[in-house]
């Protein structure tokens, strides 16, 4: 889509009012090829004013999800060891412990996704705040990974991981760097867009998300938006009476529908055009971040 978007606006360059920048960045699903890029001062370079990315999304195909407000949570580490000879039975009980705080579990079934799905989609659903997380013992510690919304949340977490690890004996906790940040996408923005693409392609091609989705992903297109404003927005690439695997990424079955290709060509070169005339002059940016973007 990305390629497609770009060879559109190619064709169209005289018609449009700024400019705009493709970034195929790779080093995604690690979260740092976007650190990389802004690192080597792509946006200042380019003059980028504000980004937009499109992701594939297990809604119905063709159908776009806009995020105003919301957008998919940060990531934050931490690290518990624990002394003394029972050290493996307490970091297993210390595990269970902090895993408990989780309030969203990970899907281990086609329904449990389909709820997760549902529940984003639901304003002040059960994903308006939510902690999902990962413990997982060692011979004298505790592994844990966690996300949260709202972002500020984090405090919070690391205060409750504290508290259960000084309840075991001889038990440390270190958090060996500040949290990922989350990507909250412009409330704004993302309504303008939506308007956009109601406009363009009609009212029922677009729902809006009331989470952040999916509870246990994250993006470092995260650092893009923290610098200028823009969008992220999941375009549904479901096909009728497909599982809902297939249209995760991800999922061994994932399968998209590849009807959806000419559509979020369609949509987001249009978007992407309007934004250059709407900027009278000032440059616009677009990304293909996670292989599905424009």
């Not at 995604?28 to 370079?45: H, K, Q, Y």
């Not at 997380?133 to 977490?157: F, H, I, K, M």
Request: with cysteine; charged share 20%; proline share 9%.
């Amino acid at each position: 889509m990305a390629l497609g978007v770009a060879q559109v606006l190619a064709r169209l360059r005289r018609q449009l009012d700024g400019t705009v920048v493709f970034l195929f960045q790779p080093a995604e699903e690690t979260l740092s090829g976007a650190r990389a890029l802004i690192g080597t001062g792509v946006l200042e370079r380019t003059r980028v004013a504000e980004i937009h990315a499109l992701h594939c999304g297990p809604f119905p195909v063709g159908r776009f999800a806009v995020t105003p407000g919301f957008g998919m949570p940060g990531q934050d580490k931490a690290e518990v060891t624990v002394s003394g000879p029972d050290a493996p039975d307490a970091a297993r009980r210390l595990a269970d412990e902090i895993g408990a705080l989780a309030t969203v579990a990970l899907p281990r079934t086609p329904a449990d996704l389909e709820r997760i799905v549902a529940d984003a989609l639901t304003p002040n659903g059960q994903l308006a705040r939510f902690v999902a997380v990962r413990a997982r013992a060692q011979d004298a510690g505790v592994s844990v990974s966690y996300r949260c919304w709202p972002p500020e949340r984090y405090l919070d977490v690391r205060t409750d991981i504290r508290r259960l690890a000084t309840s075991c004996a001889g038990a440390g906790v270190r958090f060996p760097a500040e949290p990922f940040p989350a990507m909250v996408c412009p409330e704004r923005d993302g309504r303008v867009l939506a308007h956009h693409l109601r406009r363009t392609l009609g009212r029922d091609a677009v729902t809006a998300l009331h989470a952040a989705f999916p509870p246990f992903s994250g993006e470092d297109f995260a650092l893009y938006l923290d610098r200028v404003p823009g969008t992220f927005t999941f375009l549904g690439v479901r096909a009728p009476g497909a599982p809902v695997t297939t249209s995760y990424p991800h999922y061994p079955d994932f399968a998209p529908d590849e009807r959806a290709l000419g559509i979020g060509v369609r949509a987001m070169a249009g978007w992407i055009a309007e934004r250059t005339h709407r900027a009278q002059g000032l440059p616009g940016g677009a990304n293909g971040s996670g292989g599905s973007g424009a």
